[in-house]
C-alpha cells in the first residue's frame, strides 16, 4: 500500500533524478530510491549570471574590488543594510561579479558561526558524492555500522535502516535537537526538524567513506584551493561526542567551525559558480543545484516544531535555507543562504551574482515570523542591486530578481551578436505561430501590414505563412476577409495564440471581450469563430505547441496559458492554465482549468474558472508570452515579456523551463533590460529548434518586426 508518493524529475546536472518516498506494506519500511542514469537531454537556457563565463573573476590573494557604482549597486541602500548588520555588531562583506564592493568590521576575525557549520560542512558531502563513495540514496547505517545508536531505544523504533542520506541533509530523519547520542522523535520522511544530531550524523558518514578526518579534506580539497588558510578557518573536535571513530578524528557538521567573512565569501563564491573555482570543477554543479533549492519530496512535510519554523520544509535544501518559496517576496526566489545562531550568513544570489558574509552578534527579534529577522538585511541588498541607477551606472546585463530560482537543467545561453537579428515585416508585431501540417510556419502578425508586398491597408490582425528555415524565410501574407481585422491598439481584435491539429488551424483573438476562438481548416484562406468567448480572466491566451501539426503532444489535450487579468494590456501578479481534449477545442464546456497541484504531486482540474490557480506567479511582471515543447531536450521553454513603456524597443524578458506543462518552474533566463527590445510577444518556433534541442531561434515583434535571433545552448553535465 502506497500511502505517500512524489517525485520530482531533475534534468541536466543532476542527470535524470526521480525520488519516491513510500511506505511498502510488506515490510513496513521507508524507501527512498534515487536512480540516477545519464540525461539524454537536458536544460534549455541558463539565469544570465548562473554559471560562470570566460569573464568571471576570482580572488586571488586577496578580493578585488569595486566601487558600488562600478558593480551596479546603490550605495545608499547598500549602506542601509550595513546599518542594519552593525546592530548586532561584527563583520561583514558585500561582493558583486566576483569583487568586494562594501566591508565592515574586522575581515580576519573568526566568529564562532554555529548552524553555518551545517551548509559548509555538506561541501564534504557534495565531495563524496562527486568522488562516487556516498549517494543521497544511501541507507546510513550501511555507511555507518554503529549509526543511530546510542542511544539504544532507536534500535527498537525499526526506523534506523530506514535513514538515507538524503534525510540527514535535509533535516526529516527525525533525530532529536542537541548534537550528541539523541533519540528519534519519528519516522524518517514523515516530518521536518532542525536538527544538529543529524547533520552530526552525516559528517560520520562522510569520514567513515573516506577514512579521513572532514577537516583536513576539506582543506585539501575546497579550503586551501579557495586561498582559505588555518589562521581564517577553524574546525574545533566533536564537542558532544568522543573526539574519535575508528581512530579517526570525529568532527561536526551541526555546529564547529570558526571563520572570518572573507573566508566565508569565497565558500559563498564556490556555489554561486555552482562549484567551479577558476578552472577547477571542485563541487559537481549538480550537486550545488540540489543543495541551494528544496527537494520536492520534503517541501510538503509537516515540521515537527511548526511554531518555531514555520513552513521551513518549504525553503530548505541540503543544509542550506532557500527562498524557493517567495516567503521573503522581496528577494529573488533563487536566493539561498547559510543560517547559523548570532546570525552568521552565508547569502547567495546567482540571479544577481551576489554573495553576502556577515557574522557577529544576533539581530533583536521584533516578529514571531522565523524569516523577518532576515528582512531587513536581505532586501536593501537586493534594492541596492535592481536599482534603475544602479544598474544604467553598471552597465552590464543583468538577469535581476527573476521570480523563481534558476534552471537545474541549463548550464549557459549564448546569443547571436545583435547584428545578426534577421527583420522582416517592418511595422507589424505580435506573430505568434505554428508548426503546420505541409512543414509552413502559419503566424498572425498586428497593427501593420505584413511582409513585403504589404498590404495596401493596415490591418489589426493579418495572417502569413513562412516558409523556409530560420536564416534563410520568405514570408508570405495570406489574405483572408473572414480572418482579417482592423482597428488600433486595444480597440482592434489582435491574434495571441495560434495552433494546428490534424490539419485544423486555431487562433487565439484577444481584444474581443476578453477572448476568442476562430478555427481553418484550408490553412488561413477562411475561417470560422466561435459562439462563445472566455469572459473571465484569459485576456490574452497563447497555445502551447509541440512538433509540426501537434506531432509529439504529451497527451491528448491543447493547453492555453495567459496572464490572470481580462485585458491584454494589464499586467498581473499570475499565470493561469487551461486545457480541452483536441477534439473537443470549439467546445467552451470541455475546458477544465488549472486549480493546483495535489498532496502526491498530480495537477489537478476544475470545470470552474472562478477555482482556476496560479500556474506561475510573479508580482506585477506576468504578461503577454509564448511557450513550446523542446523535444530535444525534453522540456517545455515559456518566454514572458515583462511589462514596460513600449517593449518593441526596450526592455526585459524572461525565459522558464519545466519538465511539465504546469512545472515547476525555473528560471533560464531573465534580464530587466535586454540588449535589443524583445517586442510584444516572443517564441521558440519548434520547426526552429535543432533535433538535440541545442539550438533555437527567438521569434520576436522587436523593432516592431518579425524579429529571429539564434540562440546556443550549453547543457549542464554531472561533476565536470
Given at each position: 500500500?502506497?500511502?505517500?508518493?512524489?517525485?520530482?524529475?531533475?534534468f541536466?546536472?543532476?542527470?535524470?533524478f526521480?525520488?519516491?518516498?513510500?511506505?511498502q506494506?510488506?515490510?513496513?519500511?521507508?524507501?527512498?530510491?534515487?536512480?540516477?542514469?545519464?540525461?539524454?537531454?537536458?536544460?534549455?537556457?541558463s539565469?544570465?549570471?548562473?554559471?560562470?563565463?570566460?569573464?568571471?573573476?576570482f580572488?586571488?590573494?586577496?578580493?578585488?574590488t569595486?566601487?558600488?557604482?562600478?558593480?551596479?549597486?546603490?550605495?545608499?541602500?547598500?549602506?542601509?543594510?550595513?546599518?542594519?548588520?552593525?546592530?548586532?555588531?561584527?563583520?561583514?562583506i558585500?561582493?558583486?561579479?566576483?569583487?568586494?564592493?562594501?566591508?565592515?568590521?574586522?575581515?580576519a576575525?573568526?566568529?564562532?558561526?554555529?548552524?553555518?557549520?551545517?551548509?559548509?560542512?555538506?561541501?564534504?558531502?557534495?565531495?563524496?558524492?562527486?568522488?562516487g563513495?556516498?549517494?543521497?540514496?544511501?541507507?546510513?547505517?550501511?555507511?555507518?555500522?554503529a549509526?543511530?545508536?546510542?542511544?539504544?531505544?532507536?534500535?527498537?523504533?525499526?526506523?534506523?535502516?530506514?535513514?538515507?542520506?538524503?534525510?540527514?541533509?535535509?533535516?526529516?530523519?527525525?533525530?532529536?535537537?542537541?548534537?550528541?547520542?539523541?533519540?528519534?522523535?519519528?519516522?524518517?520522511?514523515?516530518?521536518?526538524?532542525?536538527?544538529?544530531?543529524?547533520?552530526?550524523?552525516l559528517?560520520?558518514?562522510?569520514?567513515?567513506a573516506?577514512r579521513?578526518?572532514?577537516?583536513d579534506?576539506?582543506?585539501?580539497?575546497v579550503?586551501?584551493?579557495l586561498?582559505?588558510?588555518?589562521?581564517?578557518?577553524s574546525?574545533?573536535?566533536n564537542?558532544?561526542?568522543?573526539h574519535?571513530?575508528?581512530?579517526?578524528?570525529?568532527?561536526?557538521?551541526g555546529?564547529?567551525?570558526?571563520?572570518?567573512?572573507?573566508a566565508?565569501?569565497?565558500i559563498?563564491?564556490?556555489?554561486l559558480?555552482r562549484?567551479?573555482?577558476?578552472?577547477?570543477?571542485?563541487?559537481?554543479?549538480?550537486?550545488?543545484?540540489?543543495?541551494?533549492?528544496?527537494?520536492d519530496?520534503?517541501?510538503?512535510?509537516?515540521?515537527?516544531?511548526?511554531?518555531?519554523?514555520?513552513?521551513?520544509?518549504?525553503?530548505?535544501?541540503?543544509?542550506?535555507?532557500?527562498n524557493?518559496?517567495g516567503?521573503?517576496?522581496g528577494?529573488?526566489?533563487?536566493?539561498?543562504?547559510?543560517?547559523?545562531?548570532?546570525?552568521s550568513?552565508?547569502?547567495?544570489?546567482?540571479?544577481?551574482?551576489?554573495?553576502?558574509?556577515?557574522?557577529?552578534?544576533?539581530?533583536?527579534?521584533?516578529?514571531?515570523?522565523?524569516?523577518?529577522?532576515?528582512k531587513?538585511?536581505f532586501?536593501?541588498?537586493?534594492?541596492?542591486?535592481?536599482?534603475?541607477?544602479?544598474?544604467?551606472a553598471?552597465g552590464r546585463?543583468?538577469?535581476?530578481?527573476?521570480?523563481?530560482?534558476?534552471?537545474?537543467?541549463?548550464?549557459s545561453l549564448?546569443?547571436?551578436?545583435?547584428?545578426?537579428i534577421?527583420?522582416?515585416?517592418?511595422?507589424?508585431?505580435?506573430?505568434?505561430?505554428?508548426?503546420?501540417?505541409?512543414?509552413?510556419?502559419?503566424?498572425?502578425y498586428?497593427d501593420g501590414?505584413?511582409?513585403?508586398?504589404?498590404?495596401?491597408?493596415k490591418?489589426?490582425l493579418?495572417?502569413?505563412?513562412v516558409?523556409?528555415?530560420?536564416?534563410?524565410?520568405?514570408?508570405?501574407?495570406v489574405?483572408?476577409?473572414s480572418g482579417?481585422?482592423?482597428?488600433?491598439?486595444?480597440?482592434?481584435?489582435?491574434?495571441?495564440?495560434?495552433?494546428?491539429?490534424?490539419?485544423?488551424?486555431?487562433?487565439?483573438?484577444?481584444?474581443?471581450?476578453?477572448?476568442?476562438?476562430?478555427?481553418?481548416?484550408?490553412?488561413?484562406?477562411?475561417?470560422?469563430?466561435?459562439?462563445?468567448?472566455?469572459?473571465?480572466?484569459?485576456?490574452?491566451?497563447?497555445f502551447?505547441?509541440?512538433?509540426?501539426?501537434?506531432?509529439g503532444?504529451?497527451?491528448?489535450y491543447?493547453?492555453?496559458?495567459?496572464?490572470?487579468?481580462?485585458?491584454?494590456?494589464?499586467?498581473?501578479?499570475?499565470?493561469?492554465l487551461?486545457?480541452?481534449?483536441?477534439?473537443?477545442?470549439?467546445?467552451?464546456d470541455a475546458?477544465q482549468?488549472?486549480?493546483?497541484?495535489?498532496?502526491?504531486?498530480?495537477a489537478?482540474?476544475?470545470g470552474?474558472?472562478?477555482?482556476?490557480?496560479?500556474?506561475?506567479?510573479?508580482?506585477?511582471?506576468?504578461?503577454r508570452?509564448?511557450?513550446?515543447?523542446?523535444?530535444?531536450?525534453?522540456?517545455?521553454?515559456?518566454?514572458?515579456?515583462?511589462?514596460?513603456?513600449?517593449?518593441?524597443?526596450?526592455?526585459?524578458?524572461g525565459?522558464?523551463?519545466?519538465?511539465?506543462?504546469?512545472?515547476?518552474?525555473?528560471t533560464?533566463?531573465h534580464?530587466?533590460?535586454?540588449?535589443?527590445?524583445p517586442?510584444?510577444?516572443?517564441?521558440?518556433?519548434t520547426k526552429?529548434?535543432?533535433?538535440?534541442g541545442?539550438t533555437?531561434?527567438?521569434?520576436?515583434?522587436?523593432?516592431?518586426?518579425?524579429?529571429?535571433?539564434r540562440?546556443?545552448?550549453?547543457l549542464?553535465?554531472?561533476?565536470?
Amino acid at each position: 500500500m502506497v500511502l505517500a508518493m512524489t517525485k520530482r524529475q531533475v534534468f541536466g546536472p543532476f542527470m535524470f533524478f526521480p525520488i519516491m518516498f513510500m511506505y511498502q506494506s510488506n515490510k513496513s519500511r521507508l524507501r527512498v530510491a534515487i536512480a540516477q542514469t545519464l540525461c539524454a537531454a537536458a536544460g534549455l537556457l541558463s539565469a544570465a549570471t548562473a554559471n560562470a563565463q570566460p569573464t568571471d573573476v576570482f580572488p586571488d590573494g586577496a578580493w578585488r574590488t569595486a566601487t558600488p557604482a562600478e558593480a551596479g549597486v546603490d550605495a545608499t541602500l547598500l549602506d542601509k543594510a550595513r546599518q542594519y548588520a552593525l546592530a548586532g555588531g561584527g563583520s561583514g562583506i558585500v561582493t558583486r561579479h566576483g569583487k568586494s564592493v562594501i566591508t565592515w568590521g574586522d575581515q580576519a576575525r573568526r566568529y564562532d558561526l554555529k548552524s553555518t557549520t551545517k551548509s559548509i560542512g555538506v561541501t564534504a558531502l557534495g565531495l563524496a558524492i562527486g568522488d562516487g563513495k556516498l549517494k543521497l540514496a544511501d541507507a546510513a547505517a550501511e555507511c555507518h555500522p554503529a549509526f543511530a545508536v546510542p542511544p539504544e531505544n532507536n534500535a527498537q523504533t525499526g526506523w534506523v535502516n530506514e535513514i538515507t542520506l538524503l534525510h540527514l541533509a535535509t533535516q526529516t530523519a527525525g533525530f532529536e535537537k542537541p548534537g550528541g547520542y539523541t533519540r528519534l522523535l519519528f519516522r524518517p520522511g514523515t516530518r521536518w526538524h532542525y536538527s544538529d544530531g543529524g547533520p552530526n550524523w552525516l559528517a560520520e558518514c562522510v569520514t567513515l567513506a573516506y577514512r579521513q578526518d572532514v577537516r583536513d579534506l576539506m582543506f585539501k580539497r575546497v579550503f586551501t584551493p579557495l586561498g582559505i588558510a588555518a589562521e581564517d578557518l577553524s574546525w574545533r573536535a566533536n564537542a558532544y561526542r568522543e573526539h574519535a571513530i575508528d581512530g579517526i578524528p570525529r568532527r561536526e557538521f551541526g555546529s564547529g567551525i570558526s571563520a572570518n567573512v572573507e573566508a566565508m565569501a569565497r565558500i559563498g563564491y564556490l556555489y554561486l559558480r555552482r562549484g567551479r573555482w577558476k578552472d577547477e570543477q571542485i563541487l559537481p554543479a549538480a550537486f550545488v543545484d540540489q543543495a541551494s533549492t528544496t527537494v520536492d519530496v520534503v517541501k510538503d512535510v509537516p515540521e515537527h516544531d511548526a511554531d518555531r519554523f514555520g513552513d521551513a520544509s518549504a525553503h530548505y535544501g541540503l543544509l542550506w535555507w532557500n527562498n524557493t518559496d517567495g516567503t521573503l517576496p522581496g528577494v529573488p526566489r533563487d536566493a539561498y543562504w547559510s543560517w547559523g545562531l548570532y546570525d552568521s550568513l552565508i547569502l547567495v544570489i546567482p540571479s544577481l551574482d551576489l554573495v553576502v558574509a556577515r557574522a557577529g552578534q544576533s539581530w533583536q527579534r521584533n516578529s514571531d515570523e522565523h524569516y523577518d529577522v532576515l528582512k531587513p538585511f536581505f532586501e536593501p541588498i537586493v534594492s541596492a542591486a535592481t536599482s534603475t541607477s544602479a544598474n544604467q551606472a553598471d552597465g552590464r546585463q543583468h538577469s535581476d530578481t527573476a521570480p523563481y530560482p534558476r534552471s537545474a537543467a541549463i548550464a549557459s545561453l549564448h546569443w547571436a551578436p545583435a547584428s545578426s537579428i534577421i527583420r522582416r515585416a517592418a511595422g507589424s508585431d505580435n506573430w505568434p505561430i505554428t508548426w503546420m501540417d505541409n512543414d509552413e510556419l502559419f503566424t498572425a502578425y498586428g497593427d501593420g501590414r505584413g511582409f513585403k508586398p504589404f498590404t495596401n491597408r493596415k490591418l489589426s490582425l493579418g495572417l502569413a505563412r513562412v516558409i523556409g528555415g530560420p536564416a534563410n524565410f520568405t514570408g508570405v501574407n495570406v489574405r483572408s476577409p473572414s480572418g482579417e481585422r482592423t482597428g488600433d491598439g486595444a480597440a482592434g481584435p489582435k491574434a495571441s495564440g495560434m495552433l494546428m491539429v490534424d490539419g485544423v488551424l486555431y487562433m487565439w483573438v484577444r481584444n474581443t471581450g476578453n477572448s476568442q476562438l476562430a478555427t481553418s481548416a484550408d490553412r488561413g484562406q477562411t475561417w470560422r469563430w466561435a459562439d462563445w468567448r472566455l469572459t473571465t480572466s484569459f485576456g490574452c491566451p497563447t497555445f502551447l505547441n509541440f512538433g509540426r501539426n501537434y506531432a509529439g503532444a504529451r497527451d491528448r489535450y491543447v493547453y492555453v496559458y495567459s496572464h490572470d487579468a481580462d485585458s491584454a494590456y494589464e499586467p498581473s501578479d499570475r499565470m493561469v492554465l487551461a486545457r480541452v481534449p483536441e477534439e473537443n477545442i470549439l467546445d467552451r464546456d470541455a475546458y477544465q482549468f488549472f486549480a493546483g497541484m495535489a498532496a502526491d504531486g498530480r495537477a489537478t482540474w476544475t470545470g470552474d474558472v472562478t477555482k482556476r490557480a496560479a500556474v506561475f506567479e510573479s508580482p506585477g511582471r506576468c504578461y503577454r508570452s509564448g511557450i513550446t515543447y523542446n523535444a530535444g531536450l525534453k522540456r517545455y521553454v515559456w518566454c514572458q515579456i515583462i511589462p514596460g513603456d513600449d517593449t518593441r524597443f526596450a526592455g526585459g524578458f524572461g525565459v522558464y523551463d519545466a519538465p511539465e506543462p504546469w512545472g515547476p518552474w525555473t528560471t533560464v533566463y531573465h534580464t530587466s533590460r535586454g540588449d535589443v527590445g524583445p517586442g510584444e510577444t516572443a517564441h521558440f518556433p519548434t520547426k526552429w529548434m535543432s533535433l538535440d534541442g541545442l539550438t533555437m531561434h527567438l521569434v520576436f515583434s522587436g523593432d516592431d518586426c518579425f524579429s529571429v535571433r539564434r540562440a546556443s545552448l550549453e547543457l549542464a553535465d554531472f561533476g565536470r
